[in-house]
């Protein structure tokens, strides 16, 4: 269990509120279809201008289980309403008869790692980002490989794990399409097989969940995580650690509508960036409306959110820390540049993390929050921000508030609540 857990609920009365409270709830019986389920008409951002229903209309021969990658990324094709259903765990290092697959796999004939190493070796190239035939192998490379892994999701769209499922070394890629749901499902170790050097530093380039221009989007108890394998174990190359990861959930590209509930985000770095960009070239300034809460970030290092722009309500989430990882602790919630953030009734456990550290002003004039729960405290943690960084305040002064949400529940219960609910298979 990672950092101190204050259990203030009993478990039978976790479990009778939960019942009441987590979406798509089995009624007394215990018969629910999760592939019909839509998002309650409360649930937050994705619940606006007629919500967000995914495939719930589909027809039954629209409607796909599925177990090999191959047959994930044609089921999930075309904007007709469809249901897919994910069965066992899929691994995208996999070709079309399922055999396994390894990073080199996809290595076009003038690449390999050691021979970009060779070439680009500071000593050799210079302090200069990579040119010529070598890289444009490792490009091509690259784009291969980016054809197989990422899943390309059409509109009107519900995938849903039929019992215990999950999806490795996938990404899935949520771009320029209208109501998305995917739940109950683990999704691992987003990993770049070809990472760029870039003149100073390594950039890998998958996230688990990259939402570019998407409207109408759910994503609920859902497992978002590295899979075990540790980015930050990798060794320095050239002064630089070696990056091939690269977002949990991105929602970025004027994205908007958004409802991210009821996941277990965990041992990730760069965790949540909600807009990409300072710049208003997407036509961000009304968009990025996304509402998180009651998720557990669980050793995230940094972005659990990072917002630009748009509007987050971020309510009920519990946030804690492994004091053994690797991952380095940056700061949970980020303000950066036209952004309003309402957070609300939070908390964190994590030992040796400091009150001032769990906010960041990347350029941003304000935050709301309130009702936050620090190491078993309550914490004015804006102003314990203020204090700390007299140099870049943050007022509390926004001017949206959200309007459409769920049950906001007591802090005490917070972490009780979303530890046992939070994640794939914990939907009841």
Same mark, same amino acid.
């Given at each position: 269990m990672n950092g101190p857990v204050r259990r203030v609920l009993a478990a039978a009365a976790i479990a009778a509120l939960a019942a009441t409270s987590v979406p798509g709830a089995a009624d007394a019986h215990g018969r629910h279809d999760l592939g019909r389920q839509t998002l309650a008409a409360n649930d937050g951002w994705a619940a606006y201008d007629g919500g967000t229903t995914g495939g719930a209309?589909?027809?039954?021969?629209?409607? =796909?289980?599925?177990?090999?990658?191959? +047959?994930?990324?044609?089921?999930?094709? @075309? !904007? +007709?309403?469809?249901?897919?259903?994910?069965?066992?765990?899929?691994?995208?290092?996999?070709?079309? !008869? @399922?055999?396994a697959l390894t990073c080199e796999a996809w290595n076009d004939p003038g690449y390999t790692w050691e021979s970009y190493l060779e070439t680009y070796d500071p000593e050799v190239w210079g302090w200069n980002a990579p040119a010529g035939p070598v890289e444009e192998a490792r490009d091509r490379s690259y784009d291969a490989y980016r054809e197989h892994v990422l899943l390309n999701i059409g509109a009107n769209t519900t995938i849903v794990g039929d019992g215990?499922?999950?999806?490795?070394? @996938?990404? &899935? =890629?949520?771009?320029?399409?209208?109501?998305?749901?995917?739940?109950?499902?683990?999704?691992?170790?987003? =990993?770049?097989? &070809?990472?760029?050097?870039? @003149?100073?530093a390594w950039d890998g380039e998958f996230d688990n969940f990259e939402l570019s221009g998407a409207t109408h989007v759910w994503l609920d108890h859902l497992t978002v995580d590295d899979g075990g394998y540790d980015d930050y174990a990798e060794p320095e190359i050239w002064g630089a650690h070696v990056e091939h990861l690269d977002g949990g959930i991105d929602i970025v590209r004027a994205s908007d509508l958004i409802t991210v509930s009821w996941s277990h985000i965990g041992a990730h770095d760069k965790t949540m960036l909600i807009g990409n960009t300072d710049s208003d070239r997407y036509g961000e300034a009304d968009k990025l409306r996304v509402t998180i809460h009651h998720n557990w970030f669980d050793t995230t290092g940094q972005r659990s959110p990072r917002l630009r722009w748009g509007q987050a309500h971020v309510y009920n989430n519990y946030f804690t820390r492994d004091p053994d990882t690797d991952y380095p602790y940056y700061y949970s919630i980020g303000s950066g540049k036209y952004s309003a953030i309402y957070a609300e009734n939070n908390a964190w456990d994590m030992e040796g993390v400091e009150p001032s550290q769990a906010l960041y002003n990347w350029g941003g004039d304000a935050m709301h929050i309130e009702g936050s729960l620090f190491n078993g405290e309550w914490v004015d943690l804006l102003a314990a921000w203020n204090e700390a960084h007299p140099e870049a305040p943050m007022t509390s002064e926004i001017t949206e508030f959200p309007e459409l949400h769920g049950k906001i529940h007591t802090t005490w219960a917070v972490p009780g609540l979303v530890q046992a609910w939070a994640g794939a298979e914990k939907l009841r």
């Open positions: 209309d589909a027809a039954r021969d629209h409607v =796909y289980t599925v177990d090999t990658w191959a +047959e994930l990324k044609e089921a999930v094709q @075309g !904007d +007709e309403p469809k249901i897919v259903k994910v069965k066992g765990d899929i691994d995208a290092w996999t070709d079309a !008869d @399922g055999s215990a499922a999950s999806v490795t070394h @996938g990404s &899935f =890629y949520i771009s320029n399409v209208d109501n998305v749901i995917v739940r109950n499902l683990g999704i691992h170790n987003s =990993y770049d097989c &070809f990472p760029a050097w870039e @003149g100073d």
